[in-house]
């Protein structure tokens, strides 16, 4: 209870359903010629996953990890009830709180929900051709 070592546990068990739903159409939409072709040239179970499979499933795996930390970033319901002190607390939350008793400070709730979409903007525009070629991929049987 309110540490971010305590809610990132919580929100990796609660999200990791949900990546490997959208994991499993990647995985399954690579043919399993590939597979056998790598084991008749000499490789493992283990050296198959890592030289042939997770290359050809890369742009799946960057499309869900910046789909689930989106979901983790924008989680509002898990980290109000299981933090207490503002150092725990996440920007969802922390945007919630700044409406006072009488008054809404709109203003300053604009700029903190806007400074917070920097962190998501970045990322997706460094990892912008792997999105999109995970989410082409995805689509594509």
Do not use: H
């Not at 990546?19 to 198959?48: H, K, M, N, Y």
């Not at 030289?51 to 890369?58: K, S, Y």
């Amino acid at each position: 209870m309110d540490s971010v070592i305590g809610l990132g546990i919580v929100e990796g068990l609660l999200l990791t359903p949900v990546a490997v739903w959208l994991l499993d159409g990647f995985f399954r939409s690579i043919p399993f010629e590939v597979d056998e072709a790598a084991q008749i040239d000499g490789c493992g179970p283990l050296r198959t996953l890592w030289a042939v499979i997770l290359p050809l499933t890369a742009p799946g795996i960057v499309a869900v990890s910046i789909i689930v930390f989106i979901l983790a970033y924008n989680d509002f319901l898990i980290p109000l009830l299981l933090t207490q002190s503002v150092d725990s607390q996440t920007l969802p939350v922390g945007i919630a709180l700044m409406q006072g008793g009488r008054e809404v400070m709109f203003g300053q709730m604009a700029a903190a929900s806007l400074s917070g979409l920097i962190p998501i903007y970045l990322l997706a525009l460094f990892l912008q051709k792997w999105l999109v070629g995970g989410l082409a991929q995805g689509s594509v049987k």
